[in-house]
Every structure is written in C-alpha cells, then in structure tokens.
C-alpha cells in the first residue's frame, strides 16, 4: 500500500530537485546533475567519520580516535558538511522543509546499502528535549530515521531514550564547552541487552552529543552502538 501511494504521489506532485528546481530523479528532489556535485565524504576515518584533507588507505582512523578512540565502534556518514549540504540541513532543522528531511533520508539508507551489509536491529535518532521539539514541532533528526528505516525495513525506536535535561544548543559552544553541555542529557527508558543500534543524526561537529548517547545505550545493555549520520563537519 504504502509503494502504491508513493507512486500516486509521484504522479500527483513529482519530484522537483530542491537545489535547481529541475526534475528530480529516481523518485528524489534531487536531480542527477546536483547529485554528482554533492560533496560526498569518500575519505574519512573509519571510527568517528571525520573527512581527511589527504588520500589515505581504507581503513585508515584519525589521530584523535588512535590517541581516544569514541565508545561508539563506527561512523558511517554520507557527506561533508559543506557547499549544498549545510542548506539542506537547516532547511530540514530549522526550515519545517520535511521534504528536505525526506532526501536526506533517502541519501542515507542508499550509502548504507552501499557501504555495508551489516545492519543493525534498530534505529534510534538523536532525541530532543520536549520544549525544543515542541518549539521546532518535529526532530529531524527522527524524520530523516523514519525515512532511512522504512527503506531497509529497520525497526526505529525513538521511545528507548529520552532527553530529560534541557542543553544549550551544542552549535553555539566549544568543543570542551559540548562535552560539559551534554553530559547527562539523555536517560534510557528500558533494557537493552545485546541489541545492536545505530545512532541517527543529521550532522557531527565534535562527536560529543553522539558520544554521549552511546553510553547511556551502552550502560543500558546495548551490544554494539554505530553512528549514521548524514553529514560531518571538516
């Protein structure tokens, strides 16, 4: 049913690539000319994602993850957080622009399919605090997750953590000022023996909000915690 509706959709109001306004392709709003010039991120550690200025070797982590490597065990991002990228990022964010959301979605579970064949039990999106989603009315970070899942038939679980603690928004501060900000912000709301999850998020600046995620999934039983996130800053 829901194959047949987004056909009729489709047909109803077709896709329209929203950097050009050309038509879109392959069922996206998003053409195939503006798709080769996104900035994928090709070269990039491993474990936490970070995009290398340099070629290195597949596999390669960066110093950072050598010297302190992050809880989580790998971070599959799609983009570098640059030229179109932060503009359809705000839009979702910030824009209430959910077909933005949507593409994003879309972009992410098709590098998944690409990048790996070891997928998780579930999805969990990097939750809001209830007034700051109330404000914003949705979490993108959750949209982009239902997309993302429903294309590789994932189950998505937004209810197994919370965000009880209200944080300065992490764009605003530091890097030793986010690890400070988030610390405590999330709370697991049940048990999670075993279960491997992936992490959903829009964009990574200093691993700090993610990080601190993993923990408390970790700390709740989780098995194996990786990160999806859509783009990672340079």
Partial sequence: MRSLLDSLLDRIFPPTCLLCGAAGAAGRDL????ALELPYNLRACWRCGRPFLVPLPDGAICGDCERSPPPF???FSVFRYTDAIPFLIT???FRGQLNAARLLGQCLAEHISATTDRLPDALVPVPLHRQRQRTRGYNQALEIARVAGRALALPLESRWVTRPLAT???SSLTARARRRNIQGAFAAQTELTGQSIAIVDDVMTTNSTVSELTRVLLDAGAGQVVIWAVARTL
């Fill in 31 to 34: 053409c195939d000319g503006c």
């Fill in 73 to 75: 065990a790998a971070c």
């Fill in 91 to 93: 839009g979702a964010k």
């Fill in 168 to 170: 300065a928004p992490q």
